[in-house]
């Protein structure tokens, strides 16, 4: 790898690049990961001051949530910035851990549903259209790839130091 973690939309694309993007958006790899973690291990901090699967599973959903409307903009050629956002927040502020597991699943499972519907009514030419993450320009494609590299990459962590 080429990129790190810091480094933001490079390394998320360069998880998912080798993969055809409607593809990545069909993969049941996720739900097979969360389907076989039980509520006490959702709950579970590898450290203190790290968030719980929950927690992680929302900021998924949340950050898949933010990035496919970002997208949607994009796609209609609105001038639209494509970086961050304050992911802390969002999760401090959030019911993640007041949430069942199962309602967090069916949460991801919904977003994950409206996001391969949008990419399935993408043309050749939308998902050409540039624009602007942070100081590199991109296109729709790519950062619809990177949607699941951020997914990849918080898998691996679940996978390194949780379970």
């Known amino acids: 790898m080429r990129y790190t973690p810091q480094d933001g939309f490079p390394y998320y694309f360069e998880l998912a690049q080798e993969q055809e ?4 958006f069909a993969s049941m790899n996720t739900n097979a990961l969360l389907a076989s973690i039980d509520e006490e291990k959702a709950t579970h901090r590898y450290a203190p001051g790290k968030w719980s699967i929950k927690q992680i599973v ?3 959903t949340d950050h898949e949530r933010i990035k496919m409307f970002r997208a949607f903009q994009l796609s209609r ?9 304050d992911q802390e927040t969002l999760v401090n502020n959030s019911r993640f851990d007041e949430l069942t597991f199962q309602q967090l699943l069916t949460d991801y499972v919904n977003v994950r549903k409206a996001s391969q519907s949008f990419v399935n009514t993408l043309s ?7 624009g602007w993450a942070r100081q590199y320009k991109i296109s729709l494609e790519d950062f619809l790839k990177s949607v699941i590299g951020h ?6 962590i679940i996978k390194e130091r949780y379970l």
């Open 151 to 156: 997914e990849m990459h918080h898998l691996n």
């Open 124 to 130: 050749i030419d939308q998902l050409a259209i540039k």
């Open 58 to 60: 929302g900021h998924i």
């Open 21 to 24: 993007l409607s593809a990545l």
């Open 77 to 85: 050629k609105e001038e639209v910035e494509l970086w961050g956002y």
